[in-house]
């Protein structure tokens, strides 16, 4: 098993561009979600997602937009990247979904860092 | 949701014991104490959670009070590759929830 794999693992953008950042998991988990990470913030949840076609907000959704077409696929899209969107984005999965009757634990992938000029 | 607070930071030495506390004092009854860690940038790693009795498994152990209002994540000997960003979360109510990261514990391993 390869877990949860990101790509790619650095990217510079000029602002306006946009881009799509990719999240596998070969785990056959239902749950998927996608967070930022910036300095003295901890992480903040983007969006996500309990199954194929289902998708939700999290607490910081603006500009960024996501789909899962697949249980194994979860993109995340900058439509017209900020450098407010300079972070580290990871994206992460469980078996069930967490707040639901289960207790699985988080897997993470190992970050997308983005930079936005 | 129910908030956790932890220390900024915190130190010990290497080979004794690691004791990170977390304030959940707000937890509801159904729900899981969750801690994972973070190291160096890396994908946060899960350790361990609990509901009420305590748990123990191959990283850590976590001690939860009573009242279950705070809980204690144990390494039984900190080890240098154990500095790292920790956190304790607490599963939301409700159903197709969002795990909340909040800013963790920093533990500095020293010789």
């Known amino acids: 098993n390869a877990g949860v794999t990101q790509t790619p693992k650095f990217q510079v953008l000029k602002t306006g561009q946009s881009m799509t950042l990719q999240c596998a998991q070969d785990?056959?988990?239902?749950?998927m979600s996608w967070y930022r990470q910036d300095p003295g913030m901890g992480l903040r949840l983007i969006h996500y997602?309990?199954?194929?076609?289902?998708?939700d907000q999290g607490e910081v959704p603006n500009g960024y937009n996501v789909s899962r077409s697949t249980t194994e696929d979860f993109p995340l899209r900058l439509l017209s990247a900020a450098p407010s969107q300079t972070s580290v984005y990871f994206c992460?999965?469980?078996?069930?979904?967490?707040?639901?009757?289960?207790?699985?634990?988080?897997?993470f992938g190992n970050g997308t860092r983005l930079t936005v000029t | 949701d129910a908030k956790t607070t932890q220390p900024t930071s915190m130190d010990c030495a290497e080979g004794r014991a690691a004791n990170l506390p977390c304030n959940h004092s707000t937890i509801s009854g159904n729900e899981y104490v969750y801690w994972y860690r973070q190291i160096h940038s890396q994908g946060p790693q899960y350790i361990i959670h609990?509901?009420?009795n305590n748990e123990t498994n191959e990283m850590a152990s976590l001690i939860i009070t009573e009242d279950r209002k705070s809980s204690t994540l144990i390494l039984p000997h900190a080890t240098l590759r154990d500095t790292a960003v920790y956190y304790c979360i607490v599963r939301p109510t409700g159903t197709a929830s969002k795990l909340t990261f909040g800013t963790g514990t920093r533990l500095q391993v020293t010789l």
């Open positions: 609990g509901l009420k």
């Open positions: 997602s309990v199954g194929a076609g289902i998708t």
């Open positions: 992460a999965s469980s078996y069930s979904i967490p707040g639901a009757d289960s207790n699985s634990p988080l897997h």
């Open positions: 785990m056959n988990h239902e749950y």
